[in-house]
């Protein structure tokens, strides 16, 4: 969310950075908000004006009663309660102000990085590096599921009986895996200076719409009837909310943390759910990484973020590249993300297994997150990047370290995880 002040002062600023987003039909609330704004102010002014008035005057009808100046006392009493009832009903159109401000402050697009590539959705990315050779084998590769189904490793049949299509039972070995995987992600961050933490998986309304904007929330989130809570649909939200209304010592800066949890999604407006395929789901486990720093470390934080999932990837022999999301793709609190994309032999393509996002001070000014510095208190700024989401990011290990034979090797990285195992030998 933006500071009112800078949409007031930078008005031309706040509408070009909605045409990079391609997002015209919100021109107009520029210049709503700002009158807006300007009645706010001016009803706030008034009411100041009016409750000193009122003072003077309660000092004044004193005075009066005391020089026995009854009548002109009453009069005075009487400007009292005619600048009270102004005074209430100023006070109730500011509420209404604030809410209306505020409502139309929540969609504005967060300013975007001057580095970000201008374009219209995701297919305008932009490719930055690569990492790994791709490599296409001789012998085919299977689709994902029929690789698990040969060592009896999924069960998309019975889920669906117990859930609907977008859940699975992952069985045997490829549930080792999975939870090897994670395991790996979690000991990997640690070693790199983050400290674990396992998050509520559930949160409330003000955190959700703290730390995602309207669109998200509505496609993302599942609400729990008759509650205000959320189940979670990435756990950089439970972890970032962990700061609302915080006051952070600017000493005790960066707060660094990687998490573990599952997520739920109900991937409205997707392309409809796979039934064979575990690509998008609406239940999954993810290891995550945040960071809460200082302004003028977000940047650097930046690459050293996504720069981890390039190396985790890279240890377990996944080649990936990252690609610069252009401005129609980021959400609108994002200053600038980073796409991580992992090589599939089967599609002959890269596909998404992970986004790292700078947020700027966005997050941090929704949910009241300030850091304690020698010259006041200031907005923090908020970071967060996926390490590794299975079962997506089996879909990149199976098929990159699948063999003629069918089995699957286990890399150097992830053997003391699967019991010092060297490979997967197929059931059937």
């Known amino acids: 969310m933006l500071d009112i002040r800078f949409v007031r002062e930078n008005p031309e600023a706040v509408k070009e950075n909605i045409r990079k987003k391609f997002q015209d039909a919100k021109l107009p609330l520029v210049d709503e908000v700002i009158a807006l704004d300007a009645e706010y102010r001016r009803y706030k002014q008034e009411g100041d004006a009016l409750r000193a008035n009122r003072n003077k005057l309660s000092k004044q009808i004193g005075a009066l009663m005391g020089q026995g100046k009854r009548e002109e006392a009453e009069a005075v009493k009487q400007q009292v309660a005619a600048d009270a009832a102004r005074l209430a009903e100023g006070e109730k159109r500011c509420e209404e102000l604030e ?112 730390v995602m904007s309207f669109a998200e929330m509505d496609a993302m989130m599942y609400k729990i009837e008759g509650e205000d809570l959320y189940l979670i649909g990435t756990s950089e939200h439970s972890m970032i909310g962990k700061f609302i209304d915080q006051i952070v010592p600017e000493a005790d800066l960066p707060q660094t943390l990687t998490s573990y949890s599952p997520c739920f999604r109900k991937e409205k407006g997707a392309h409809g759910i796979e039934e064979r395929g575990v690509y998008r789901i609406h239940q999954f486990e993810k290891q995550e990484m945040i960071v809460v720093c200082k ?89 967060n ?13 199976l098929e990159n370290n699948l063999c003629e034979d069918g089995s699957v090797k286990i890399p150097a990285a992830l053997r003391p995880y699967m019991g010092g195992a060297e490979k997967l030998v197929p059931k059937k």
């Open 385 to 397: 990047n996926t390490v590794v989401a299975p079962p997506r990011m089996l879909i990149a290990f």
């Open 99 to 210: 809410a209306d401000i505020k409502r139309i402050m929540m969609t504005l697009p967060n300013i975007i990085d001057a580095s970000v590539p201008v374009g219209k959705d995701d297919s305008e990315n932009v490719e930055v590096e690569r990492f790994g050779e791709p490599v296409v084998p001789d012998f085919d590769i299977p689709y994902h599921t029929d690789i698990m189904e040969r060592f009896l490793g999924i069960d998309l049949e019975s889920a669906r009986r117990v859930a609907g299509n977008g859940f699975y039972y992952l069985m045997g070995d490829i549930a080792r895996l999975h939870s090897a995987v994670i395991s790996y992600a979690r000991d990997f961050m640690i070693e790199r200076g983050f400290t674990y933490c396992v998050p509520p998986f559930m949160i409330r309304a003000d955190v959700v719409t703290g």
């Open 295 to 383: 302004p003028e470390e977000s940047k650097a934080w930046f690459d050293v973020l996504w720069k981890n999932t390039v190396d985790l990837f890279r240890s377990l022999d996944i080649p990936v590249r990252t690609l610069e999301c252009c401005s129609g793709d980021l959400a609108d609190l994002k200053v600038k993300s980073v796409d991580v994309e992992a090589w599939s032999p089967r599609q002959k393509k890269y596909f998404e297994v992970g986004s790292c996002s700078n947020l700027g001070d966005a997050q941090a000014r929704r949910l009241r997150i300030r850091v304690k510095g020698e010259n006041g208190n200031y907005l923090a700024h908020t970071l």
